[in-house]
């Protein structure tokens, strides 16, 4: 594995390159193709915090736990919430802040407060002729040409190599409590958490486990706020009971451990049940996002999309071997989406057959 | 300013292409007479302005699919518009152009409040979306000055921010899908309303693409549950230094209003000569809006009344009720029609790090200083967010040309500052010969191959954005 120690050597390293390079963050077994790996791991520290600002610079192979304790120290957060998928692959390394945006992955706040990318402000990166760019840049707003920033989060690496990010950062709620509603299917679920996320009462979680029929809200906010808006949420949906919860378990699918292939569907939230009604027999699963976020586990090797048919949405394999693991883009966009990569990767470099 | 000269070719074809675009448009409206075209010769940045060749009001996805089919085959250059009140440029026309409005596509499509969505047609207003969902309780957040005029695809081409961006973010953060009709009349549907794209996510690059990438006819949008309750603070202040001092504590404190807005003297005094709302004579104001329930909005008003008064405030002046809400808002809503009135201006929309927020203001008022002109201050200070007027007088074309000057200059020194050129109007043909202040060539060059792919002809207002050195060899070989 290529380490390289700062931007310009990866840059030359690119420049020079005769073969595919797999892309990797700080160590973790990430994902991707054939070819070198080469590691973000030593572009890694943290190059500016403003607080007051709400904004921090990072080098890309910065571990996220490095990230996190130093907004933590400053009674601030990431939030959407970057889901640690290891206890499902049973991969070891560190993730890094590099791949959170490059897989642009978002936990249950996702839902009220927005994905990696809406928080992700500027790139540098390296393309595949070696070129070093810069995009956005460290404010709030900017519309300043076209927006390659977002545009790399969620590329899985097959654009660029980020070697800096920055972002936008906000206060951590004082507060959370987490309430639940019990003995109800799936269809009743999502329709109480449509009218609770519908509501303003400021939920920031919304959940379903069916093995223990629980609906599970959270609510975020100011300590002296939260009574009064657990009664008047009770109020709109029902006699709510508080309820302890491991929303980071959520977060991390940590449920469906060990329980086989697993998926992770971005759904319509109200479609989900009827997803869930063609779940093949022995599929295990839960809701995030109200709905909208449909974790499953199914029968290792399976192809999950191929035994549902046609879906309101898309579904991604995180674990195993069946399917291709990223949905098919339909034509049109597949026609776009390959030809931005072969403008940024003429020689095809990044993580060959990433998408494919 | 320089524009691509026309080319002869396509003028002498005029009746021609206008013919060929009214047997494809199947009823819809093709405009080409002279005194016609006129009406679409500008935007809101007046002092650019050339008639098209020709005008399209397509009433569908499919006609708009054919019009550009049209135009491809003809070799012709399209210039996507919605309702024209770009600040910039965006929508200004070369007379080689079929101008492509969207101005008669306004339908709702679908709401969907269990899953929070609403689909429109792309040249529906801005205020009109937040129109059609109200009465349920929900509203569709961006909220642009002009938005009882502007197009929800104009919005989506300059990626338009406003007042409550702060909280409940831009255009890009609030835009679920597409429809989006390519140069060469391809339509393609991209995202829907679930919350992420399955692997490379082209919203984001076609949101704030200025009408370069391809023509939005349909949109879907996240909508939102309208809060409780909201209520703005006026708070005056005798520094800059002060009133900047506040909002970087306020943000610091963990508080998140949804909108922070600053006024300076100039705009306040012209404000008070125009609307009377009541504003303070003072060196620099802010509205700061919280919302919530009703204990919460108290509890967040106590808390930033604690910490404005560490900053020395003149007044602080808390709404009681939804009339004296109003007249808070009423001078900052009046403000650019104000300055309108004292002389003609120019707005630009430069963004800094809030914390450089005192130094650029006042490096600004030298600036303005050394050019002789008068410079008035009224911005998102939440983001930093700078909205300086330069006000001149438009009879007088060298008032014009230092006035151009002095925003170059403001604006450079945004960059400088660790900002950027536009926070939310775009760069369109105003802020096109100042991109290589922010941006190297292999930055422009790798935003460049994005037009590549969507445009591989460079038809789609392709004197926009990029300088046109820079762009002079993909124009050429269109
Ligand atoms: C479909 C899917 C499958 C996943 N599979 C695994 C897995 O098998 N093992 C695992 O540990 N986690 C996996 N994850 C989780 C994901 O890797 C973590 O969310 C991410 O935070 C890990 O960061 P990392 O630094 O370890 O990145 P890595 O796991 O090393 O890489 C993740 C992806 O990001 C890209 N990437 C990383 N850094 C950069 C960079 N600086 N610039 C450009 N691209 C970069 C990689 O090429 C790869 O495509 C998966 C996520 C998804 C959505
Ligand atoms: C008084 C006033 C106040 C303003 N306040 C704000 C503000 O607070 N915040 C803000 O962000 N902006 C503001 N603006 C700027 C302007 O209103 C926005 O840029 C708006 O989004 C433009 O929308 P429009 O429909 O008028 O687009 P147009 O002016 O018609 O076009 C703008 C650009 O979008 C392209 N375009 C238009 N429709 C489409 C489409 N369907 N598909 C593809 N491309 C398209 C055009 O080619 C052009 O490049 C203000 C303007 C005025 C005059």
């Known amino acids: 594995m290529i380490a ?22 700080g160590g973790s077994h990430g994902i991707g193709g054939p070819g070198e790996p080469i590691s973000t791991a030593r572009l890694s520290g943290i190059t500016l915090y403003e607080p007051g600002a709400l904004t921090m610079v990072a080098r890309a192979g910065t571990p996220l736990a490095e990230i996190e304790a130093a907004l933590a120290a400053e009674g601030q957060y990431l939030p959407w919430e970057p889901p640690d998928l290891r206890a499902l692959t049973g991969a070891t390394g560190a993730p890094t802040i590099g791949g959170v945006f490059a897989t642009n992955t978002s936990g249950p706040r996702r839902v009220v407060a927005g994905a990696a990318r809406d928080f992700l402000l500027g790139v540098r990166f390296i393309d595949g002729r070696g070129a070093v760019v810069r995009n956005g840049g460290r404010v709030m707003k900017n519309v300043t040409g076209v927006d390659l920033t977002r545009l790399m989060a969620g590329a899985y690496g097959t654009l660029g190599i980020l070697t800096e990010v920055s972002f936008k950062v906000l206060p951590r709620p004082e507060a959370a409590r987490t309430l639940a509603l019990r ?21 920031t979680g919304a959940a379903f486990l069916p093995e223990r029929a629980e609906m599970l809200l959270r609510l975020e906010g100011p300590e002296a706020a939260l009574p009064a808006r657990v009664g ?10 508080e309820a302890a919860c491991d929303w980071a378990a959520i977060r991390d699918g940590r449920a469906l451990a060990g329980a086989g292939d697993v998926w992770r569907l971005s759904l319509t939230p109200i479609a989900s049940p009827a997803v869930v009604a063609r779940l093949p027999d022995g599929a295990r699963w839960f809701m995030d996002w109200g709905g909208g976020r449909l974790w499953v586990a199914a029968a290792p090797g399976s192809d999950l999309r191929a035994a549902l048919g046609p879906i309101p949405g898309h579904a991604t394999r995180i674990t195993g071997t069946g399917g291709t693991r990223f949905h098919p883009e339909p034509p049109g966009v597949a026609a776009l989406t390959h030809a931005l990569r072969e403008k940024f990767d003429p020689r095809g470099l990044f993580n060959p057959g990433m998408f494919d | 300013m320089d524009m691509p000269a026309p080319d002869p070719r396509i003028l002498a074809r005029k009746a021609h292409v206008a013919a060929r675009l009214r047997a494809a448009l199947d009823g819809a409206r093709v405009i080409d007479a002279p005194q016609d075209v006129i009406a679409y010769e500008c935007d809101a940045l007046s002092a650019y302005a050339c008639p098209p060749l020709a005008v399209v ?51 709702v499509l679908e709401t969907d409040f269990d899953n929070r969505f609403i689909r429109v047609q792309a040249g529906r207003t801005n205020l009109s979306v937040t129109g059609a969902i109200e009465a349920q309780g929900f509203f569709y957040a961006p909220d642009p000055s002009s938005q009882l005029a502007c197009a929800i695809g104009g919005n989506i081409a300059m990626n338009s921010g406003g007042a409550h961006c702060l909280k409940y973010g831009v255009t890009v953060n609030n835009l679920l899908g597409v429809t989006l009709v390519l140069a060469d009349g391809t339509v393609v549907e991209i995202g829907g309303p679930w919350m992420d794209a399955p692997g490379i996510d082209l919203l984001p690059v076609i949101c704030g693409s200025e009408g370069q990438f391809g ?7 996240r909508i939102v549950p309208r809060p409780e309750g909201a209520r703005p603070v006026l708070v005056a202040f005798d520094s800059a230094e002060a009133a900047g001092a506040t909002v970087s504590a306020i943000i610091r404190a963990g508080l998140l209003p949804v909108a922070v807005e600053y006024m300076d003297r100039p705009c306040i005094r012209a404000c008070e000569a125009h609307a009377r709302a009541g504003y303070p004579d003072c060196e620099a104001m802010l509205i700061i809006e919280v919302e919530g329930a009703e204990p919460e909005i108290a509890a967040q008003i106590a808390a930033i009344r604690a910490i404005a008064a560490r900053h020395a405030p003149l007044e602080f002046r808390e709404a009681r009720d939804a009339d004296e809400a109003a007249r808070i808002w009423l001078g900052r809503k009046a403000a650019f029609g104000a300055m309108g009135r004292i002389a003609d201006y120019i707005c630009l929309d430069g963004v800094i790090p809030v914390s450089a927020l005192p130094q650029v203001l006042a490096r600004t008022a030298q600036l303005a200083a050394e050019y002789g002109l008068e410079v008035a201050n009224v911005f998102h200070a939440g983001d930093g967010n700078l909205h300086p007027l330069i006000l001149f007088n438009a009879n007088d074309p060298d008032d014009l040309h230092r006035a151009e000057a002095l925003g170059a200059d403001i604006l450079r020194l945004c960059v400088e500052a660790g900002g950027c050129l536009t926070g939310e109007h775009g760069v369109g043909v105003e802020k096109r010969d100042l991109m290589e202040v922010q941006f190297a060539p292999a930055d422009l060059e790798a935003q460049m191959r994005v037009k590549d792919v969507f445009d591989p002809h460079w038809r789609l207002n392709p004197a926009k954005v990029f300088p046109l050195h820079l762009s002079a060899a993909r124009r050429g070989a269109a």
Do not use: F, N, Y
């Not at chain 1, 840059?11 to 595919?20: H, K, N």
């Not at chain 2, 019009?67 to 309702?83: D, F, I, N």
């Open chain 1, 4 to 25: 390289p120690v700062d931007e310009g050597e990866l840059a030359v390293l690119v420049a020079g390159a005769d073969g595919p390079l797999r892309v990797r963050g």
């Open chain 1, 183 to 203: 003995g109800l299917d799936a269809a009743q679920a999502v329709a109480v958490m449509a009218r609770a996320l519908g509501s303003p009462h400021g939920v």
């Open chain 1, 232 to 241: 008047k949420l009770a109020a709109l949906i029902g006699p709510l009971t």
């Open chain 2, 57 to 107: 009001l397509p009433e569908t996805t499919a006609q708009v699919a054919a019009a550009m089919r049209v135009c491809h085959e003809e070799g012709v250059p399209v210039v996507p518009r919605g309702s024209g009140t770009s600040l910039v440029g965006g929508a200004l026309p070369t007379a080689d152009a079929v101008v492509i409005g969207l101005s008669a596509m306004t339908a």
């Open chain 2, 215 to 221: 023509i939005v006819t349909e949109a879907v949008l």
